[in-house]
């Protein structure tokens, strides 16, 4: 079954360090996202990704935040110069078509701790 | 603005059981979709059952079925038979800009 994958599993970095997050989505799929999940609290949706463009951000995707498809698979999210509170796991998931009731799949989640 | 809110930060179940995990939103869109997600300790997210906002029949998915009242703006989530397996944070969404809740832990008991 096609799955969307992330890596690495776990990112340490340093605080003012620059860091790109990667996730390959499922091959058919057109539309693409990026969330986090600070330790025990919600998921909170940052990005979503169509046609090489941004669709929607949210207030959390600030300047810091960009993502980028530099190829026909990968979805990346980079960080520019992480701060303590970007520690956190960063979740890619990928859908067919975009709203609606089209299943969005998660990805296994990178977890980013800046220390 | 779209809100979800899940008032049960964490609930327990005795195994083969049944248990409901609530949910209410506000929206002030007429058509939008909901979503539970289960989020087991392996972490990755995994859709359990969803509804349109314009279907009146509730949604089934084996032992997983919802409790939609659009009126009252609630969507919680029924699970019978409860089965060790079904241990996890559980999440209510609300459409695709998937708007989520703060999610309920659920343990099941043996």
């Known amino acids: 079954e096609p799955e969307v994958t992330q890596t690495p599993s776990h990112q340490v970095t340093q605080m003012g360090q620059e860091v790109i997050l990667r996730c390959v989505p499922i091959s058919n799929h057109l539309y693409f996202y990026w969330y986090r999940q600070i330790l025990g609290q919600k998921v909170e949706f940052l990005v979503s990704f169509y046609n090489n463009e941004i669709s929607e951000k949210s207030e959390i995707f600030d300047d810091q935040f960009s993502v980028e498809r530099p190829d026909g698979s990968n979805f990346t999210l980079k960080i520019r110069s992480t701060k303590l509170e970007d520690s956190a796991m960063y979740f890619c998931?990928?859908?067919?078509?975009?709203?609606?009731?089209?299943?969005?799949?998660f990805g296994p989640g990178t977890r980013l701790t800046v220390t | 603005a779209q809100t979800v809110t899940q008032s049960q930060p964490e609930m327990s179940v005795q195994e083969a059981e049944t248990v409901t995990l609530s949910c209410t939103y506000d929206?002030?869109?007429?058509?939008?979709?909901l979503f539970w997600y289960k989020q087991p300790p392996s972490r990755q997210m995994i859709l359990v059952i969803r509804?349109?906002?314009?279907?009146?029949q509730n949604a089934t998915e084996n032992r997983f079925s919802v409790n939609f009242q659009k009126a009252a703006k609630s969507f919680s989530l029924k699970i019978s038979d409860s089965q060790l397996g079904d241990a996890a944070m559980y999440f209510c969404?609300?459409?695709?800009?998937?708007?989520f809740g703060a999610g309920t832990r659920l343990t099941v008991k043996p």
């Open positions: 998931a990928s859908s067919e078509f975009y709203r609606g009731d089209y299943e969005q799949y």
């Open positions: 509804q349109e906002a314009y279907k009146q």
């Open positions: 929206t002030s869109e007429s058509d939008y979709y």
């Open positions: 969404a609300l459409n695709n800009d998937m708007r």
